[in-house]
């Protein structure tokens, strides 16, 4: 399963991961974006993924009175808009998730799939913790839906 991972901001990181197992990633690409032309570069990188994962972002009201137009956490915002509204209209999956999920993959988990040495910023090993996070959640899910008779093994 091929995923791209997200970390939105003025500086996006990004990394394409094909998934073999929950326990074994290969990176393919990733990097840094900055600003909106990085839309166009997210939605163009082959191979295309079939799970996109995004670092959600909220503007809290009692901050957003203090925002101008061309505020960087305004910017967050649209071009996660931007992203969203181009993939809704892909046939492909959009998760998105809370930025404290990538707390459940520490460092060393990195290390151990061999994605910290292959990453170069810090954006780019977030966009890579959601991407295992949401693999082990998914796993997770799927392990219980057994236990419980739901799906066969």
């Not at 993924?49 to 995004?54: A, D, L, S």
């Not at 993939?87 to 999920?101: G, N, S």
Request: with cysteine.
């Amino acid at each position: 399963m091929i995923v791209l991972g997200i970390d939105p901001g003025i500086r996006t990181g990004y990394a394409l991961i094909d998934v073999r197992s929950p326990k074994e990633y290969i990176k393919i690409s990733g990097g840094v974006v900055k600003g909106y032309p990085g839309v166009d570069i997210l939605l163009s990188i082959a191979p295309k993924p079939e799970v996109y994962v995004i670092e959600n972002f909220t503007l809290w009201p009692k901050l957003a009175v203090k925002v101008s137009h061309d505020d960087p956490e305004l910017l967050t915002v649209r071009y996660i808009g931007a992203l969203t509204s181009h993939i809704q209209r892909m046939d492909v999956k959009l998760v998105f998730h809370q930025p404290a999920y990538k707390q459940g993959c520490p460092d060393y988990m990195l290390k151990r799939y061999g994605l910290w040495e292959t990453s170069q910023t810090p954006h780019e090993r977030d966009a890579m913790r959601h991407i295992i996070v949401y693999v082990r959640r998914e796993n997770a899910a799927l392990t219980r839906m057994r236990q419980k008779g739901r799906i066969k093994p």
